[in-house]
């Protein structure tokens, strides 16, 4: 069955950066979408970043010039660099994945999550 599993998550000062990875497994990669969710605290789930099969990245104005997002087909591998976090980067962060696109936020596998904390 399909396994996503994220790591990276961590504590961290406000300013840091953190590189979040996200493993695949029991899909063929390089034919999904990719994206990472985060859920802040008594908020909802919101798209963070997502990069098509085709490698084309699309991100949260929130977060523009401060994420990356990239995949390495080989790995069966996304990740998630991020510079300059603030506190209200403050979240679950969670890897998706999907074949088709039915909608930009509809995703149909995803992971456990990994926790990220930016102290202020």
């Known amino acids: 069955q399909v396994q996503l599993v994220e790591s990276g998550g961590e504590l961290v000062q406000a300013g840091g950066s953190l590189r979040l990875s996200c493993a695949a497994s029991?899909?063929?990669?390089?034919?999904?979408?990719m994206a990472w969710f985060r859920q802040a605290p008594g908020k909802q789930r919101d798209l963070v970043a997502a990069i098509t099969k085709g490698g084309s990245p699309n991100y949260a104005d929130s977060v523009k010039g401060r994420f990356t997002i990239s995949r390495d087909n080989a790995k069966k591998m996304v990740s998630l660099q991020m510079n300059s976090l603030k506190p209200e980067d403050t979240a679950v962060y969670y890897c998706a994945a999907r074949f088709l696109r039915i909608s930009e936020e509809r995703y149909d596998y995803w992971g456990q999550g990994t926790r990220v904390t930016v102290s202020s």
């Open positions: 029991g899909l063929t990669f390089g034919a999904y979408d």
